[in-house]
């Protein structure tokens, strides 16, 4: 694509969809390190208990 035909348009939809692509990386990065996902990680931030599954809490490392 010529550089003098991208949209403002474009450029911003290039911008999100680097930004949830790089995004996604880190949180799989994450959750292979402290094992988490996503809907026990937002129970803890938000406080609030839910039925389906509890609250993610930090595991002290042994030793």
């Not at 991208?6 to 290039?14: F, I, M």
């Not at 949830?20 to 938000?46: K, Q, V």
């Not at 599954?53 to 030793?63: H, L, M, Q, R, T």
Request: glycine share 6%.
């Amino acid at each position: 694509m010529n550089a003098s035909l991208r949209s403002v348009r474009w450029v911003l939809l290039h911008l999100i969809e680097e930004t949830t692509r790089h995004g996604g990386h880190a949180d799989i990065i994450r959750e292979s390190l402290d094992g988490a996902t996503l809907y026990p990680l937002m129970a803890a931030a938000e406080q609030r208990p839910d039925p389906w599954f509890e609250p993610w809490e930090s595991v002290a490392p042994a030793g």
